[in-house]
């Protein structure tokens, strides 16, 4: 295994106009690991991913994917999970899995097929027939089918039901190459929490913390989910009285 | 089906606590093939690295044993099993004599109500 970071941002920051999405954020993320980038919304969560995916450029500072920032290499070795649907809507299975065939040259046409046979979906099937939680597991089927070194998966489990849930969990825990790290964007903790090695927590585009799952647990005697409620608790006006903690 | 875990506590002690109960209670048998990092992984839904951790301590504990050829073992050392059992037995009842007295009850009395407890379930006389 290399032993540099997959990831690695160095006072990295962007700004959209006026509003900074990432405050000089620095941050190391090591080589076989599932790591959870915590936040709420609008916290920078889809921006760092963005950055790191290349779609987007730093304002200042910089991010390096395997020690080189986001391009052509980078895109060989990054697995992207967009949090939005990207398949033309006339697509059938078959096609979607073509078009990654041609595109990635790291794509396992064999593994994508094979998981697709058991999750019943089949290669007729159009893309625009599929209910939500299928296309999420089709685009999760197709990201983890490439043998990539840094997978990115930006919400790969909001709005799926508790069943598609678990199988979008297994299928993470199953089917990365050990060497590989996945990053997972998300909001949905408690879910999420028993897969992640590490947990990175961003507030208002900085990262406010950066630590192992059992660390914080045996730091903090509780969850990772409790914990991030409490670090990002946010008061409604007059609430503040009524709360009461146990 | 995912493993019951306490939210509280670190993952990889409550794994390894789990995979000790079923080794003592014969779920996995002495001297028999143990399952994969990869498969305990899938089955208890928390990532290789965590289950990893468990099976190492399993090991620096004898517990379970790494061939070089044949995978992972459970231990065949009887007098090994039966001390993890006991500990495991004190542990469990370390933790009802806390419960207990919390809610007021000495250790003689929680020892009456065992032994009532008990006859109740075997429906004497």
């Not at chain 1, 620095?26 to 916290?43: A, F, T």
């Not at chain 1, 980078?74 to 006339?90: A, H, M, N, Q, T």
Request: charged residues 30%; glycine residues 8%; aromatic residues 6%.
């Amino acid at each position: 295994m290399k032993d540099n970071p997959i990831l690695e941002c160095v006072n990295l920051t962007k700004d959209y106009g006026a509003m900074t999405a990432l405050d000089n954020v620095n941050l190391k993320i090591g080589r076989g690991k599932i790591v959870g980038i915590l936040g709420p919304n609008g916290s920078g969560k889809s921006t760092l991913i963005k950055l790191a995916n290349g779609l987007l450029k730093p304002t200042d500072g910089q991010i390096l994917i395997d020690g080189q920032e986001p391009g052509i290499r980078s895109k060989e070795i990054v697995s992207y999970l967009p949090d939005k649907e990207y398949f033309g809507r006339w697509m059938k299975v078959r096609d979607v899995i073509n078009l990654f065939t041609e595109f990635y040259s790291n794509f396992d046409r064999a593994k994508a097929l094979r998981m697709c046979e058991t999750l019943r979906i089949s290669e007729d099937m159009p893309v625009k027939s599929m209910s939500k939680g299928t296309l999420e597991k089709l685009q999760l089927v197709l990201v983890m089918s490439r043998n990539a070194e840094l997978y990115l998966l930006d919400e790969p489990i909001a709005g799926v039901d508790p069943a598609a849930r678990d199988f979008i969990l297994s299928t993470i825990i199953n089917n990365y190459n050990e060497e590989g790290t996945i990053i997972i964007s998300t909001h949905l903790i408690s879910d999420i929490e028993r897969i992640l090695d590490e947990v990175v927590f961003i507030k208002d585009g900085r990262v406010v913390r950066h630590s192992t799952v059992d660390q914080i647990r045996e730091q903090e005697g509780k969850s990772i989910d409790e914990l991030f409620r409490t670090e990002f608790r946010m008061t409604a006006p007059g609430e503040e009285e009524a709360r009461y903690d146990w | 089906m995912p493993w019951n875990l306490d939210d509280s506590r670190p993952i990889w002690p409550q794994i390894k606590e789990k995979l000790m109960k079923d080794i003592v209670s014969g779920v996995y048998r002495p001297g028999e093939s143990f399952p994969t990092v990869r498969d305990l992984a899938e089955r208890a839904c928390v990532n290789r690295n965590t289950m990893q951790r468990a099976l190492s301590e399993l090991e620096s504990d004898g517990l379970v044993i790494t061939n070089r050829t044949a995978g992972r073992t459970v231990t065949n050392d009887e007098e090994l099993l039966m001390t993890t059992r006991k500990n495991l037995a004190r542990a469990g009842v370390a933790r009802i004599l806390k419960e207990m007295e919390e809610l007021g009850f000495s250790a003689d009395e929680l020892i009456e109500l065992i032994i009532s407890e008990k006859g109740d379930d075997s429906n004497e006389g």
